[in-house]
């Protein structure tokens, strides 16, 4: 039998999106989730010690799409979208 009180509410998924969302700063790429997104996430909930910047990185890259800033010396800027961001909050 599910367990209700073990999901996560799509009240509380929205949310932690919207907050990774509007602390996300990249122009190419509106409404979607970096790094430094998912970063502000996991302080504000006291778990920035779970995971560093570097692992939440690689991550981003791994699923989301990457350009690269010419403007920036080079930087390459990975993100996911909302919805990607929705999906793994939902995975166990």
């Known amino acids: ?10 009240r509380f998924q929205k949310e932690v999106v919207k907050v990774a969302t509007d602390n ?9 989730v970096s ?3 998912i970063d502000r996430v ?7 010690n779970r995971m560093s910047k570097s692992e939440i990185e ?6 989301g799409t990457c350009s690269v800033d010419n403007e920036d010396n080079g930087r390459i800027h990975c ?6 961001m929705t999906d793994l909050l939902m995975k166990k």
Not at 4 to 10: A, L, M, N, V
Not at 58 to 63: F, N
């Open 58 to 63: 690689d991550m981003i890259s791994e699923v």
């Open 1 to 10: 039998p599910l367990s209700y009180s073990r999901e996560f509410p799509k």
């Open 24 to 32: 996300t700063h990249e122009h190419n790429f509106p409404s979607s």
């Open 42 to 48: 996991l302080h504000n909930i006291g778990m920035d």
């Open 35 to 37: 790094a430094e997104g």
């Open 79 to 84: 993100v996911i979208s909302g919805n990607q």
